[in-house]
């Protein structure tokens, strides 16, 4: 937890992460009630899921849960919070208005993608993509990168499984039968982190608006992005 936040923001130490919710003294006090919740506690993934966004697409045939996490003041707020002790000195609504205004014009979005291998963040092609406008990341940061195991389903090569793949209909037949004509085998991919920073004053922070990541090895990934429904 306390790693998560320090990399944010000693990145961006004299930035602002606008919100979704205003950060208003009400807003501000109920981040630091649901970071408070949080001390303590290792399940990082919990406490993140309202800000997670899932990959709309997959495509990418090395994905494994896809998502960004898109940071708030309430999110930046909690997780301050949450990366303290009980009795530590300086959780309150006014420290809190000086850790969001840190941050000023920035949306700041973290970025979780799997790949074959390790890409940095030239590897990629990064936009944020709304009503025909395309705001490309002013400051990206590869984060982290790690090599792990995946399960998947490799279809077994047959002449008669393909005969009789050729006379079915739909798709959902051919995917069902597949399904009974494959074998469970292990390959490698890469989970990979990064953040993208962008300039707000490039599009309207408030509407809705796609984030795309493409590179050459897994095509295009879209993460759709509603401001209304996050805190």
Not at 22 to 32: H, M
Not at 57 to 70: A, G, M, S
Not at 109 to 132: F, S, Y
């Amino acid at each position: 937890m306390k790693n998560l936040l320090l990399v944010l923001c000693l990145v961006v130490f004299c930035l602002q992460a606008e919100a979704a919710l205003s950060a208003t003294d009400q807003n501000l006090e109920a981040a630091i009630a649901y970071g408070k919740s949080y001390q303590g506690e290792k399940n990082d993934a919990v406490m993140l899921q309202p800000w997670v966004i899932a990959e709309s697409f997959e495509t990418n045939p090395y994905r494994d849960e896809e998502r960004i996490i898109v940071y708030t003041p309430y999110l930046l707020t909690a997780l301050d919070t949450a990366g303290k002790t009980q009795e530590a000195a300086g959780i309150s609504v006014e420290n809190a208005k000086e850790l969001v205004a840190r941050y000023d014009g920035v949306l700041v979005i973290r970025a979780v993608i799997n790949a074959p291998i390790i890409l940095n963040e030239k590897d990629l092609e990064v936009q944020l993509v709304q009503n025909g406008n395309f705001v490309t990341p002013y400051h990206s940061d590869y984060l982290d990168g790690r090599y792990l195991d995946k399960a998947v389903n490799k279809p077994i090569v047959d002449v008669e499984v393909q005969k009789k793949l050729d006379r079915m209909e739909t798709i959902q037949e051919k995917a069902a039968a597949l399904q009974k004509q494959s074998v469970e085998v292990k390959q490698k991919i890469c989970q990979l982190q990064y953040n993208f920073y962008f300039d707000q004053a490039e599009f309207n922070v408030d509407k809705p608006y796609l984030l795309v990541i493409k590179d050459a090895y897994c095509g295009g990934r879209e993460f759709a992005v509603d401001p209304a429904l996050l805190k």
